[in-house]
């Protein structure tokens, strides 16, 4: 089992950046793909992006593509989610996640263990 903990959300303008973080418990990080999600008021958690166990592969969901990197350090069991260029319909609640099965997989299955979330707010 892995804990996961969640921070740098915040309130930015349209167009900032922001850099969320996600620390994992436990020795066993590089074993399970990591990702992030993100549920708005009043919609369903969506996908947002993932990231295989050694961070070769990454996938993003179309409405980030090109504006979020995800990445990650196995050394400091954290991964990371950079967030340029925001918009307005970024605003929602982040969760990471993690998985024992692919980041493929990731992005059409919700992943076993969840952190509590951090709250992201674009203005415009």
């Known amino acids: 089992q892995v804990q996961l903990v969640e921070s740098g959300g915040g309130l930015v303008q349209a167009g900032d950046s922001l850099r969320l973080s996600c620390a994992a418990s436990?020795?066993?990080?590089?074993?399970?793909?990591m990702g992030w999600f993100r549920q708005a008021p009043g919609k369903e958690r969506e996908f947002v992006s993932a990231?295989?166990?050694?961070?070769?592969?990454?996938y993003y969901a179309d409405s980030v593509k090109g504006r979020f990197t995800i990445s990650r350090d196995n050394t400091k069991n954290t991964v990371y989610l950079q967030m340029n260029s925001l918009k307005p319909e970024d605003t929602a609640v982040y969760y990471c996640?993690?998985?024992?099965?692919?980041?493929?997989?990731?992005?059409?299955?919700?992943?076993?263990?969840w952190g509590q979330g951090t709250q992201v707010t674009v203005s415009s």
């Open positions: 436990g020795r066993t990080f590089s074993s399970y793909a």
């Open positions: 990231i295989s166990r050694i961070g070769v592969t990454t």
């Open positions: 996640a993690a998985s024992s099965t692919t980041a493929k997989e990731m992005s059409v299955m919700m992943p076993a263990y």
